[in-house]
């Protein structure tokens, strides 16, 4: 899925109220990406972090208005984990929670320094209230142990979205934009080494880009979190779409020994 732009159908003067609160937001959380490198290089590129740059982001996740601003001020709010859990257990701002079961925050190691975002939960997920936990993260659970990874040893997953969608559908635009709010929080608040983000829609959001996971796959990624500084990005196939299509199993396998090499590279 290719996140589109769109504009919020609002008064003007609230659309252009809720575009710098949004721009305002968006600085905060580093969305300027800087140029990506290869896979292969693990060099520190060159990050211009200018006030021109940082406020030049488009408003891809501008609208709805009244339930982002308020995402926004609430994710400011947490201090920590726990606290971003609890205002996200809370929300109601969401239409996808009037279906879910509950809220879907997160599994592994909170210390870990490897972080992984996916799309959003499916029916196990939204059962057991943890993310990647039925086919697809069992198979995402393989890639990892290939590289010595793993959530009960040294990483830490969450969703872009929070809330299982009906029949296990791709999220809406809306529903990405309210939520990303409190997906940057958490990033912010859990400040990985490395961020791997797990198909186009986590790509797409993070990265604030409508390019296709083939083509972010790529390339190596930075984004700033305030008080952290770069974060290296990689980006991988979805679980789910490897299982449908295996013969891509071969370039997955790169991305992994990528991500192995980096993790070294950094003493991690």
């Known amino acids: 899925m290719q996140i589109e732009n769109y504009h919020a159908q609002s008064n003007p003067m609230d ?11 968006w600085a905060e959380n580093g969305v300027s990406i800087p140029e990506a490198l290869p896979p292969k290089s693990i060099s520190e ?16 996740y501008a609208a709805p208005i009244d339930g982002q601003n308020l995402a926004i ?23 996808l929670k009037k279906n879910a079961s509950q809220m879907v925050f997160s599994d592994g190691q909170s210390h870990a320094k490897i972080m992984i975002v996916g799309e959003a939960p499916g029916q196990e997920e939204d059962r057991a209230g943890k993310p990647f936990i039925g086919a ?17 040893k040294n990483v830490y997953i969450t969703n872009t979205v929070n809330w299982r969608p009906p029949g296990n559908r791709i999220p809406t635009r809306d529903e990405i934009a309210i939520c990303l709010p409190f997906l940057m929080r ?8 490395i961020l791997i983000l797990v198909g186009t829609v986590a790509a797409n959001a993070v990265l604030n880009s ?36 295996p013969a891509q199993k071969s370039l997955a396998w790169k ?3 990528t991500i192995e090499a980096q993790i070294k590279n950094m003493g991690l």
Do not use: W, Y
């Open 15 to 25: 659309a252009k109220a809720a575009s710098r609160e949004l721009l305002s937001f």
């Open 45 to 60: 590129p060159k990050i211009n972090t200018s006030p021109t740059q940082q406020h030049s982001a488009p408003t891809k």
């Open 73 to 95: 001020e609430l994710a400011k709010k947490a201090n920590n984990l726990a606290e971003l859990r609890e205002i996200l257990t809370e929300f109601d701002g969401c239409n």
């Open 136 to 152: 697809a993260g069992k198979f995402l659970d393989q890639m990892l142990e290939e590289i010595g990874l793993s959530r009960e």
């Open 186 to 193: 958490h990033i912010e608040l859990k400040a990985p080494e």
């Open 210 to 245: 409508s390019d296709g996971i083939t083509k972010l796959r790529k390339k190596m990624h930075k984004i700033e979190i305030a008080g952290k500084g770069p974060i290296d990005v990689i980006c991988l196939f979805h679980p789910s779409f490897l299982l449908r299509q």
């Open 255 to 257: 991305d992994l020994l």
